[in-house]
């Protein structure tokens, strides 16, 4: 009983979620490589891996937002626009350094994110209009940006290209790009964020109660608007990571990117009420999506056609199981240990006898 | 304890502070001193002034004039921020925890000294210690979500002694504890008030107020009336000093002939909410629904109506009894509620003032092919404008664009137009001002001289003294007793609200 005590104390439901996704992720692997023909090969995990690199970077930023109980719909006008931004730039001035590059992303993302922020946070707005909104209006941005509307691969410079093919290490022949081990950086400091900084616990605070919060003292403005800023920063770094993996743009980049960035974090457990889910979740939500998605285009027997609809499908099912399966055994994993005790009853009836007296 | 407390200086101190809203005097002239290591509790009926007394000590509200003191130098509270930092807590009825947060992060969250970086071994060590002081044991690793509400209300109280308050407010603590899990809530407070932390305890129980209280202060009509050590209070002295509100500007109700029995409803039940209801609706009668906050009596409207449908016990008809489980079926049995909340759901603001007369009845409105018959929409409208006298420049205005009297008797046409036998009014008379008051007393007058049976559910104590030709009182989901219009007075419905039964009669 004791250790089946302990066991729950590290052991939550909710962490059930990550279990059954890395074995789902796993069947998903094992039987698209039993139906597709050199499905284990290099290249084919290249081309997963990268995608899968970018759109968790992205839901890693919406993550954050989605914890405070906003959504930020226009992280794919922001990818799409800062790509396009620093293509342009790069185009313009071969010479820029690449670390340069990256920043002005981060930079232009901040900016859009703190506009968003700003609206959400001070201008009472509810996020999902402010970031349809947005989105719009960030991609017509782009698009009306001066000069042609591509950006090509051999316009820029030559450490594009190498960034986005270069080997940094491989494990048997499947090599690691630059732009995974990037995304997976990113996670790695962003769980250590989430559960480590004060500012990490606030986002979860004021998702789980916003009453609570503005009542207790917390500063939820400003956590939302930095909740906002980082999402866009997050989303500019994602987009150059897209200009990396890329290189030719046209101005519909990242179009429709949010969908599946939300879908990546609703998948991986982060509940779109805000407070809940963790930060690998949003990485194992992004990896399933994208391995399906990638695995479904490959698969003969079902038309690319249907490929959205189970995407959307599987939005729905990953709600679902949340509010049915995993609402319902946290619950149970609460009744049982819940113990709130017992003041000693004879001290009680003591106390009484002194104050009746 | 209860010797000597004045003899310390006092860690709070409110100087006349006033505050009002539109027509209501919230608070007149209040001055209010908390000593540390008393437990000082604050009683008054519904209305009479303590929630915005704690609202202004926690900076939710601000003051219109007046001053807070603490230790004798005063200061301004603007906001919760500021409330926490002059270290004064408030705990509430609901607690306001953040379920996805275990106990540990919940104590500590909003604490400004904890670093950028969070140290979660010694927060749970620290969250350990503090509850182990308190004599709890509480795995501080449990996530809030699915706690009792005991537990999450330890948790408040958790927080507020690791943020080293001096003064803390519990409102109403205790009213959705168990008898046990309240005992060990005294128990916390005296030994937090023994640690010399000045509590302000709010509540309607008059024997828990009775145990544990150091002084008792009682406010009526937006006013201190009286504080004394609690020896020197006696059950009458505080029913004293809370009634004796004037009866003014009333239209009371001219004694009308009861008719025959139009509903009688035996044994109602709602698990949790309320139990064993019993009474009787006649014809031509006003039926008054008395208690104070949290007395249930909304939600015995609601049942009746079938929003919130009772659990058990039956609803006698027409000599049939009926179980009704939604609006639809109350409406076709001939019951009407009006609800208290017109802003929010008794109204659709942005609409007109005929649309929203008609909406519950458009069926009857609607042409052979399905479209509204905007002509008898308005001629329903004009009919109750006249006969309510709504004031408007057209029954095509959006009655957002009314005064709240006005809302109200749109409200009333709203349902006068269902022809309900019985018409449940709730609050009928909350925020409009005195002119329409009196207009909406005259319509109830009339309605029950037309025929109906009307339930009056009113927190305003001479509205009710002056319009019921019975009142049926309510505390906590109970009957507490059923009086006539010669029984009643203040003094015995207050009584009866706060847990006596003296005096009640069985239902007529």
């Given at each position: 009983?004791?250790?089946?005590?302990?066991?729950?104390?590290?052991?939550?439901?909710?962490?059930?979620?990550?279990?059954?996704?890395?074995?789902?992720?796993?069947?998903?692997?094992?039987?698209?490589?039993?139906?597709?023909?050199?499905?284990?090969?290099?290249?084919?995990?290249?081309?997963?891996?990268?995608?899968?690199?970018?759109?968790?970077v992205v839901a890693l930023g919406e993550t954050l937002v989605l914890l405070t109980r906003n959504y930020d719909l226009s992280v794919g006008s922001?990818?799409?626009?800062?790509?396009?931004?620093?293509?342009?730039?790069?185009?313009?001035?071969?010479?820029?350094?690449?670390?340069?590059?990256?920043?002005?992303?981060?930079?232009?993302?901040?900016?859009?994110?703190?506009?968003?922020?700003?609206?959400?946070?001070?201008?009472?707005?509810?996020?999902?209009?402010?970031?349809?909104?947005?989105?719009?209006?960030?991609?017509?941005?782009?698009?009306?940006?001066?000069?042609?509307?591509?950006?090509?691969?051999?316009?820029?410079?030559?450490?594009?290209?190498?960034?986005?093919?270069?080997?940094?290490?491989?494990?048997?022949?499947?090599?690691?790009?630059?732009?995974?081990?990037?995304?997976?950086?990113?996670?790695?400091?962003?769980?250590?964020?989430?559960?480590?900084?004060?500012?990490?616990?606030?986002?979860?605070?004021i998702g789980s109660n916003p009453e609570a919060a503005r009542i207790g003292g917390l500063p939820s403005h400003r956590i939302v608007l930095l909740?906002?800023?980082?999402?866009?920063?997050?989303?500019?770094?994602?987009?150059?990571?897209?200009?990396?993996?890329?290189?030719?743009?046209?101005?519909?980049?990242?179009?429709?990117?949010?969908?599946?960035?939300?879908?990546?974090?609703?998948?991986?457990?982060?509940?779109?009420?805000?407070?809940?889910?963790?930060?690998?979740?949003?990485?194992?939500?992004?990896?399933?999506?994208?391995?399906?998605?990638?695995?479904?285009?490959?698969?003969?027997?079902?038309?690319?056609?249907?490929?959205?609809?189970?995407?959307?499908?599987?939005?729905?099912?990953?709600?679902?199981?949340?509010?049915?399966?995993?609402?319902?055994?946290?619950?149970?994993?609460?009744?049982?240990?819940q113990e709130i005790n017992p003041v000693d009853e004879k001290k009680v009836i003591k106390e009484k006898k002194s104050h009746a007296a | 304890m209860?010797?000597?407390?004045?003899?310390?200086?006092?860690?709070?101190?409110?100087?006349?502070?006033?505050?009002?809203?539109?027509?209501?005097?919230?608070?007149?002239?209040?001055?209010?001193?908390?000593?540390?290591?008393?437990?000082?509790?604050?009683?008054?009926?519904?209305?009479?002034?303590?929630?915005?007394?704690?609202?202004?000590?926690?900076?939710?509200?601000?003051?219109?004039?007046?001053?807070?003191?603490?230790?004798?130098?005063?200061?301004?509270?603007?906001?919760?921020?500021?409330?926490?930092?002059?270290?004064?807590?408030?705990?509430?009825?609901?607690?306001?925890?953040?379920?996805?947060?275990?106990?540990?992060?919940?104590?500590?969250?909003?604490?400004?000294?904890?670093?950028?970086?969070?140290?979660?071994?010694?927060?749970?060590?620290?969250?350990?210690?503090?509850?182990?002081?308190?004599?709890?044991?509480?795995?501080?690793?449990?996530?809030?979500?699915?706690?009792?509400?005991?537990?999450?209300?330890?948790?408040?109280?958790?927080?507020?002694?690791?943020?080293?308050?001096?003064?803390?407010?519990?409102?109403?603590?205790?009213?959705?504890?168990?008898?046990?899990?309240?005992?060990?809530?005294?128990?916390?407070?005296?030994?937090?008030?023994?640690?010399?932390?000045?509590?302000?305890?709010?509540?309607?129980?008059?024997?828990?107020?009775?145990?544990?209280?150091?002084?008792?202060?009682?406010?009526?009509?937006?006013?201190?009336?009286?504080?004394?050590?609690?020896?020197?209070?006696?059950?009458?002295?505080?029913?004293?000093?809370?009634?004796?509100?004037?009866?003014?500007?009333?239209?009371?109700?001219?004694?009308?002939?009861?008719?025959?029995?139009?509903?009688?409803?035996?044994?109602?039940?709602?698990?949790?909410?309320?139990?064993?209801?019993?009474?009787?609706?006649?014809?031509?009668?006003?039926?008054?629904?008395?208690?104070?906050?949290?007395?249930?009596?909304?939600?015995?409207?609601?049942?009746?109506?079938?929003?919130?449908?009772?659990?058990?016990?039956?609803?006698?008809?027409?000599?049939?009894?009926?179980?009704?489980?939604?609006?639809?079926?109350?409406?076709?049995?001939?019951?009407?509620?009006?609800?208290?909340?017109?802003?929010?759901?008794?109204?659709?603001?942005?609409?007109?003032?005929?649309?929203?007369?008609?909406?519950?009845?458009?069926?009857?409105?609607?042409?052979?092919?399905?479209?509204?018959?905007?002509?008898?929409?308005?001629?329903?409208?004009?009919?109750?404008?006249?006969?309510?006298?709504?004031?408007?420049?057209?029954?095509?205005?959006?009655?957002?664009?009314?005064?709240?009297?006005?809302?109200?008797?749109?409200?009333?046409?709203?349902?006068?137009?269902?022809?309900?036998?019985?018409?449940?009014?709730?609050?009928?008379?909350?925020?409009?001002?005195?002119?329409?008051?009196?207009?909406?007393?005259?319509?109830?007058?009339?309605?029950?001289?037309?025929?109906?049976?009307?339930?009056?559910?009113?927190?305003?104590?001479?509205?009710?003294?002056?319009?019921?030709?019975?009142?049926?009182?309510?505390?906590?989901?109970?009957?507490?007793?059923?009086?006539?219009?010669?029984?009643?007075?203040?003094?015995?419905?207050?009584?009866?609200?706060?847990?006596?039964?003296?005096?009640?009669?069985?239902?007529?």
């Open positions: 009983m004791e250790q089946l005590k302990q066991l729950k104390q590290y052991f939550r439901p909710e962490q059930l979620r990550e279990l059954s996704l890395i074995v789902l992720i796993a069947l998903i692997f094992l039987f698209f490589g039993s139906q597709i023909e050199g499905y284990f090969s290099p290249r084919i995990f290249n081309r997963v891996t990268s995608d899968v690199a970018i759109i968790a922001i990818v799409g626009l800062t790509a396009f931004f620093v293509g342009k730039q790069l185009t313009a001035y071969p010479d820029m350094q690449p670390i340069l590059a990256m920043l002005l992303a981060i930079g232009a993302g901040s900016c859009l994110g703190l506009i968003n922020g700003l609206l959400v946070s001070y201008g009472r707005i509810p996020s999902i209009i402010v970031t349809l909104g947005t989105m719009a209006i960030y991609r017509a941005t782009l698009v009306a940006y001066p000069g042609n509307k591509m950006v090509v691969i051999n316009d820029l410079p030559g450490w594009i290209t190498e960034l986005g093919s270069r080997q940094l290490f491989s494990i048997g022949e499947f090599s690691i790009r630059p732009v995974v081990v990037g995304g997976l950086v990113m996670f790695i400091i962003f769980q250590f964020v989430t559960s480590y900084l004060r500012f990490g616990r606030r986002l979860y605070a909740a906002f800023i980082l999402c866009g920063a997050i989303a500019g770094l994602a987009g150059f990571l897209y200009l990396v993996r890329y290189g030719n743009l046209n101005t519909a980049a990242a179009n429709g990117m949010e969908l599946k960035v939300i879908a990546a974090a609703v998948v991986g457990g982060i509940s779109t009420n805000g407070g809940k889910g963790a930060i690998m979740g949003a990485l194992l939500g992004a990896l399933m999506i994208n391995l399906l998605q990638q695995s479904l285009l490959r698969w003969l027997v079902i038309s690319n056609f249907w490929v959205d609809a189970l995407l959307g499908l599987l939005i729905l099912i990953a709600v679902i199981i949340d509010s049915v399966i995993i609402n319902r055994l946290s619950d149970l994993w609460n009744r049982q240990d | 209860t010797t000597s407390v004045e003899a310390k200086a006092p860690v709070l101190q409110m100087r006349h502070v006033s505050k009002r809203f539109d027509t209501t005097q919230a608070l007149d002239d209040v001055s209010l001193d908390l000593y540390p290591g008393e437990i000082h509790a604050l009683m008054g009926e519904n209305g009479a002034g303590k929630s915005t007394l704690i609202k202004i000590m926690t900076g939710v509200y601000h003051s219109d004039s007046g001053e807070i003191l603490l230790d004798g130098k005063p200061i301004r509270v603007a906001n919760s921020v500021d409330a926490q930092a002059y270290g004064i807590g408030a705990i509430y009825q609901e607690p306001m925890v953040y379920p996805d947060l275990n106990v540990a992060e919940n104590i500590f969250i909003s604490h400004r000294s904890q670093g950028v970086i969070v140290n979660w071994r010694k927060m749970y060590q620290d969250a350990e210690k503090i509850l182990a002081k308190l004599d709890v044991k509480l795995d501080v690793r449990l996530p809030a979500r699915g706690l009792t509400l005991a537990a999450q209300q330890t948790i408040e109280i958790a927080k507020a002694i690791s943020l080293n308050v001096r003064v803390l407010i519990m409102d109403e603590p205790t009213a959705s504890l168990s008898a046990h899990e309240a005992e060990q809530l005294f128990n916390l407070a005296r030994s937090l008030r023994d640690q010399g932390v000045s509590i302000l305890y709010i509540s309607h129980r008059m024997e828990e107020v009775f145990e544990i209280a150091d002084r008792v202060t009682i406010f009526r009509d937006g006013k201190r009336i009286s504080t004394l050590p609690r020896m020197e209070v006696t059950r009458d002295s505080a029913i004293r000093d809370m009634v004796g509100r004037k009866i003014e500007d009333f239209f009371a109700k001219s004694a009308g002939q009861r008719g025959e029995q139009l509903m009688s409803v035996r044994g109602f039940n709602k698990d949790n909410v309320f139990s064993d209801i019993n009474f009787e609706v006649y014809r031509g009668e006003v039926l008054g629904f008395a208690g104070l906050v949290g007395s249930r009596r909304t939600d015995v409207g609601l049942a009746l109506f079938g929003v919130e449908p009772a659990d058990s016990g039956e609803i006698i008809l027409d000599g049939k009894a009926e179980k009704i489980r939604s609006p639809e079926q109350a409406l076709r049995l001939g019951i009407a509620y009006m609800t208290e909340d017109r802003r929010q759901i008794g109204l659709t603001m942005p609409m007109s003032i005929t649309s929203n007369i008609s909406l519950p009845m458009l069926r009857q409105y609607l042409s052979r092919f399905g479209l509204i018959q905007t002509r008898e929409e308005e001629a329903t409208a004009n009919h109750y404008r006249e006969r309510l006298s709504i004031r408007t420049p057209s029954i095509q205005h959006p009655v957002a664009m009314l005064s709240g009297g006005n809302q109200q008797k749109v409200m009333l046409s709203k349902w006068l137009n269902t022809r309900p036998q019985i018409l449940i009014l709730d609050e009928p008379t909350r925020g409009i001002d005195v002119g329409a008051k009196a207009e909406v007393h005259h319509i109830i007058n009339e309605l029950a001289a037309q025929g109906l049976g009307i339930i009056l559910i009113s927190s305003d104590m001479p509205e009710i003294l002056a319009m019921s030709d019975r009142i049926l009182v309510m505390r906590e989901g109970r009957q507490m007793g059923v009086f006539t219009r010669e029984e009643a007075t203040q003094e015995t419905i207050l009584t009866a609200a706060m847990g006596q039964n003296s005096g009640a009669t069985k239902a007529v």
